[in-house]
């Protein structure tokens, strides 16, 4: 420290001697101070260094004061779950990205708010136990139940990530509350409400659940026991080979403009009633189904409404014949999401990812024709593009457009039956194997070693 002082007062001792400390002979002159010789320069300059240099080591610790109404995390404190105690009721929680093993348990009407989903990592989960609680912007994995909420009302959990547990958000006695917007993977079970499922609610009212993607979650999809007036809108559901939903002892529940996709398990509902699985005659779109958008039995052709072949699984007798939320596709742990406009009826939606290709099957009435448009990512798919029509190489009448960020594949076709092809020649990677990282590492050492051997070899005569 003192050898510090001595080199910054030294370089300033010679600015000032260069310039013959004439300007701020005068700034100090203005300021009431007065220096008559060289001493008393170097007095004042050494009491102004030691101020300087000293300063940041005496001042306290930032730390967050119960008044405050913002607490940063790790700046104030270096967990969240401190941040969260120390934070006033209706305050906010800022976590900066990173890694935090915590099971946090939130039990105060605070704002918790991540820095991004990716980068802000949870492992453990999240245990809430009070009203007026937002959670948004956070990957909460490898923990036990996701994020759980017991008795709270009001509550908004948004714009997250839950993965690797037994349940990914779990409502129990908690009313009002808003689940949207969130990547629930890799979190499953047989039985939903007590270890396992995306999305499941207990003894739990008028809560909304729209905008998830819920891809990979195994045997379980939608939960809910005694839980009446819930809305569930405008999510998506992939790979579920149990049930897709189970509704038990659960009333007057609205379930619409959801996708349901590469899902082969039943609806069940055990003393269920008055459930509703559309709003305003729209309901909700069945990957496996098949019928056709004609008008038959009196309905509207070309409504985007199924009319045949219902209801589908024996509660949907409204279903949409295309997808009205982009498709989620996994590649290395990465979710990817395609967009799908028709007026034909879309089934069997698949990636076909060794051969770089969206695989699905268009329907229409006979005699007619349809058209389909696709967008895709380019960061997932992109390049080289051949679109097929059973077989058919069909890219010279497509029309393939794109910007900075997505593809967009454009075509028509006659009916009765098709099946489509939409291939690129690059698809986004899976994560690298450790087998090639070690493979990387050991060939950027041996060249490290052959360029500094060949540095050191002497240069010939």
């Known amino acids: 420290m003192r050898g510090l002082g001595c080199w910054v007062r030294g370089c300033v001792l010679r600015r000032l001697q260069a310039f013959q400390c004439h300007e701020w002979r005068q700034r100090i002159h203005v300021l009431g101070l007065s220096m008559n010789g060289p001493d008393e320069m170097k007095i004042l300059l050494s009491a102004f260094l030691l101020a300087f240099v000293v300063s940041p080591f005496l001042a306290p610790r930032a730390t967050a004061s119960l008044s405050g109404s913002v607490v940063r995390v790790p700046y104030d404190f270096p967990t969240i779950q401190e941040g969260v105690n120390a934070a006033p009721v209706g305050g906010v929680v800022l976590a900066a990205s990173g890694t935090y093993s915590e099971h946090l348990a939130i039990n105060k009407s605070i704002s918790l708010l991540g820095e991004e989903r990716t980068t802000t990592v949870i492992i453990g989960d999240m245990f809430i136990e009070a009203d007026n609680v937002q959670v948004n912007g956070f990957t909460v994995t490898n923990g036990s139940h ?7 009302n009001n509550c908004v959990i948004e714009n997250d990530i839950v993965a690797w547990q037994y349940s990914g958000v779990l409502l129990r006695h908690s009313n009002c509350t808003t689940i949207s917007n969130n990547l629930m993977t890799m979190c499953g079970g047989h039985d939903v409400l007590s270890v396992g499922g995306p999305v499941g609610l207990d003894s739990s009212y008028n809560n909304t659940l729209e905008g998830n993607v819920m891809i990979s979650n195994g045997a379980s999809g939608l939960g809910m026991y005694q839980s009446s007036y819930n809305v569930v809108r405008d999510n998506v559901l992939v790979g579920v080979y149990d049930y897709v939903a189970m509704l038990d002892s659960s009333n007057n529940n609205t379930i619409y403009r959801n996708a349901f996709v590469a899902v082969e398990g039943s609806i069940d509902l055990l003393q269920a009633y008055n459930n509703s699985w559309k709003d305003m005659g729209r309901g909700n779109f069945w990957d496996g189904y098949t019928g056709i958008d004609d008008g038959s039995g009196g309905r509207v052709a070309g409504d985007g409404v199924g009319d045949t072949e219902l209801p589908v699984a024996g509660v949907d007798d409204c279903p949409l014949v295309c997808p009205p939320v982009p498709v989620p596709f996994m590649v290395g742990n990465v979710t990817y999401l395609v967009g799908f406009s028709s007026n034909s009826t879309i089934s069997t939606i698949r990636l076909v990812e060794t051969d770089k290709k969206i695989v699905f099957n268009m329907a229409g009435p006979n005699g007619t024709s349809g058209y389909c448009n696709l967008t895709i990512p380019k960061d997932f798919l992109r ?48 994560s690298p194997s450790i087998f090639t990282l070690l493979f990387l590492m050991i060939s950027s050492m041996t060249s490290c070693i052959l360029v500094k051997r060949k540095r050191r070899m002497p240069r010939a005569c």
């Open 146 to 152: 996701g994020i759980y909420l017991n008795q709270t």
């Open 383 to 430: 390049g080289g593009w051949k679109v097929t029509l059973d077989a058919a190489d069909i890219s010279s009448l497509s029309t393939i457009t794109e910007n900075e960020t997505h593809t967009f594949v454009q075509f028509q076709c006659d009916f009765s039956s098709r099946s489509i092809q939409v291939m690129g020649t690059w698809i986004v990677p899976e």
